[in-house]
């Protein structure tokens, strides 16, 4: 398997724009989790599915973020509208039930 | 509630010389708990884990960690540095199934 792919690896949009990120979690894992890094907060926990269902939101900062999980092999986060403030690196990870978690090298956004 | 501190946000270290990179949790039950690496570009890597049994963890390019329940920490450690080890270290704890938090993460600068 060629592990978690995350698409783009790196997105300049301007503000106020849709932005769609992109993930492909490992072939036969059942969570899939989306994180947000930056300097400020570190690592955050946005979202994650198992079994495709989305379990805890808790995460996502606002309306204006969203994720999908459309099928096992598939999710995308979307921001709409998106502000400079979000830019950051946005990490997707999958695992299999009660193991370690396999990390996507991230999509570098960047909001001007 | 759960939380994972990295008390030393930037470490600068000499190579050859030995490494210790602290992390405290605050978990309710018995925590799995994760070292992860994040090279310049590059998205999270295991470095290793602890679920349960020996409570000095072996892992991958030489590093180890010792679980301490009675300090709550999970301190990973090196004895000899080398300048590929340049990099951002993350602690975590995790309830599989439920939550995964991060530390924000321990800057490592290694001077030749």
């Known amino acids: 398997d060629a592990g978690v792919i995350q698409s783009p690896r790196h997105e300049v949009t301007e503000m106020g724009q849709e932005v769609t990120l992109r993930c492909k979690p490992i072939?036969?894992?059942?969570?899939l989790f989306w994180y947000r890094q930056t300097m400020m907060r570190g690592l955050e926990l946005l979202i994650y599915f198992n079994n495709n269902v989305p379990i805890d939101d808790s995460g996502m900062p606002e309306d204006r973020f969203s994720a999908k999980m459309p099928n096992a092999s598939f999710s995308t986060l979307k921001i709409q509208p998106s502000e400079p403030r979000d830019s950051a690196v946005y990490f997707c990870a999958s695992s299999l039930g009660d193991s370690e978690a396999f990390f996507g090298q991230g999509t570098r956004l960047t909001v001007v | 509630a759960q939380s994972v501190t990295q008390p030393d946000i930037h470490i600068t270290v000499s190579e050859g010389a030995s490494l210790e990179l602290r992390c405290n949790y605050s978990?309710?039950?018995?925590?799995?708990l994760f070292w992860y690496v994040q090279s310049p570009g590059q998205g999270l890597q295991l470095l290793l884990k602890?679920?349960?049994?020996?409570?000095l963890v072996q892992g991958i390019k030489g590093f180890e960690a010792e679980f301490k329940r009675s300090q709550s920490s999970f301190n990973l450690r090196k004895p000899s540095v080398h300048w590929s080890d340049a990099a951002e270290y993350f602690c975590?704890?995790?309830?599989?199934?439920?939550?995964?938090?991060f530390g924000t993460g321990t800057s490592l600068t290694v001077i030749p």
């Open positions: 072939s036969g894992h059942d969570y």
């Open positions: 978990y309710g039950a018995t925590p799995y």
């Open positions: 602890y679920f349960s049994g020996d409570t």
């Open positions: 975590a704890v995790g309830d599989w199934g439920n939550q995964f938090y």
